[in-house]
């Protein structure tokens, strides 16, 4: 839960859990993101062998198999995290303040108030993010285990769209991020993105 103490500019406070969720979060997804393009230089998603490459300074692993070494075990970090971070909003019930709702978009229809826009987008762009973040874990395990997912491979019907899907899902999550952090100096400064780490 977020708290406000004192008057005027007052600091934010998070809670241990929501700083640890968002710090294994950053960690992971920096692991998944570095290790994947070590695997994607191994053979492009777009052009093939020949395809364009990233530089090594973008990687992690230093080969193919060292990439998806460092994936698959950051994979799991991550979705261990994710289901943590999903049962403890649903406990603590901060999916309320967290998930977009009708009012929000009403808000952004109808409201004269900045800050309540500001919210309301916050609000909506947080909550759409689930399916991508869904999307991206379906996908990767459908290439970590093709032959017994057999049937969640088959619904992204060839290979050459699953690895595009997977591929897509990495820059759709870097746009949130910077859309959310933007977002969130907009509705509570600096103020608010330093008390989820500090």
């Known amino acids: 839960m977020t708290s406000f103490k004192g008057k005027g500019r007052s600091t934010p406070s998070q809670t241990f859990f929501a700083k640890t969720f968002h710090w294994i979060n950053i960690i992971s997804l920096l692991l998944m993101i570095t290790s994947g ?26 080969w193919l198999a060292g990439g998806r070494h460092w994936h698959f075990a950051a994979m799991w970090l991550f979705s261990l995290n994710l289901l943590g971070y999903g049962l403890y909003i649903l406990i603590t019930r901060r999916w309320r303040r967290r998930f977009g709702d009708r009012s929000d978009l009403k808000a952004l229809q109808v409201s004269q108030n900045p800050k309540r826009k500001n919210y309301a987008w916050h609000r909506l762009v947080y909550t759409g993010i689930i399916p991508v973040l869904l999307l991206a874990i379906l996908s990767g395990l459908a290439m970590y285990k093709p032959a017994q997912l057999y049937w969640l491979s088959g619904l992204f019907g060839s290979w050459q769209t699953l690895r595009i899907v997977h591929f897509i899902t990495v820059p759709t999550v870097i746009v949130f991020t910077v859309a959310h952090s933007w977002l969130a100096l907009k509705v509570g400064s600096f103020r608010l993105i330093k008390s989820m780490f500090l």
């Not at 093939?48 to 990233?54: A, I, K, L, T, V």
């Open 37 to 62: 393009l070590q695997i994607y230089n191994a053979n492009p998603v777009f052009g093939g062998r020949e395809g364009w490459r990233f530089p090594n300074s973008l990687l992690l692993g230093g």
